[in-house]
């Protein structure tokens, strides 16, 4: 795991989301969304990977694969539990946020071999947005984060805000 960026929204705009949040738990008159919901899956090409949006339920998926690997695993400080059933308490999390709207997450994909490798994961938090990029230890040496990461980053500055439909 490696943080690759923390984004920052205003403190005064994010309490003012947390609180749309609250009152639209208990009214239901208006959602707050951090992302934008995507029409279509966006798709990034380098020179080695296809990076792809994730729905929810294939992030659970490939996170659920990667928190296995029990050298990624000791790496990442907000997975509580390094072990089988962590692995897949802190998926299920990633699920829930991407569902909300609170997290999007992207596989990649090795083309050469056709096979999913990793995943970015840009999270809203109080202090901002945090974009980690998970890759399976067997391809540490293959800079991987390096190549797969600025295609997403310039997607997020372009398109992480905090949207508001009533």
Known sequence: MFRIA???LPRDRYAQYLYQRVSDMTNRSASILPFKKPIQRQTFETERFTIVSLSGNEAKNLVSVLLQ?????SRIDWMTEKSHDGAMQAAFGIELQCNAGQ????????RARRM???AVLAIYSFEGLDVEVLVASQFWDQHVSEEAAPPVLEW???NAEVNMTL
């Open 156 to 158: 997020l500055q372009q």
């Open 103 to 110: 997290a999007m997450a992207w596989g990649i994909i090795e």
């Open 69 to 73: 690997d029990e050298l990624l695993a």
């Open 6 to 8: 923390n984004f920052h």
């Open 116 to 118: 999913q490798i990793g």
